[in-house]
């Protein structure tokens, strides 16, 4: 049975620091591209930062030089580093895993919300 739980959502004020973690259990996740999506209230889901089972990297306009994503295969996890937040940031943060060979085979967590405010 495949699993994928995000943790480490919370409320921050802007400026500040969140790291976020996915764990995934159940797959191969080295054979995985891992990304970081969100969805803010009454918004489209959109892709916020991507990684390939190599380490390469690409993330949206709106979070490049602030967001670093990373993966440790050897742990199964997914993290997002995420600096100088702002208000625009809030949203529901989900993982998504990507089978390499079948772009339709994913697999989503639950989500985790972050709050940016003061």
């Known amino acids: 049975q495949v699993q994928v739980v995000e943790s480490g959502g919370g409320l921050v004020q802007p400026g500040g620091s969140l790291r976020l973690s996915c764990a995934a259990s159940?797959?191969?996740?080295?054979?995985?591209?891992m990304n970081w999506y969100r969805q803010a209230p009454g918004k489209q889901r959109e892709l916020v930062a991507r990684?390939?089972?190599?380490?390469?990297?690409n993330y949206a306009g709106s979070v490049k030089g602030r967001f670093i994503i990373s993966r440790d295969n050897a742990k199964n996890t997914l993290y997002l580093q995420m600096n100088s937040l702002k208000p625009e940031d809030t949203a529901v943060y989900f993982c998504?895993?990507?089978?390499?060979?079948?772009?339709?085979?994913?697999?989503w967590g639950q989500g985790t919300q972050v709050t940016v405010s003061s």
């Open positions: 159940g797959i191969t996740f080295s054979h995985y591209v």
């Open positions: 998504n895993a990507e089978a390499e060979w079948d772009v339709g085979l994913k697999y």
């Open positions: 990684i390939t089972s190599s380490g390469s990297s």
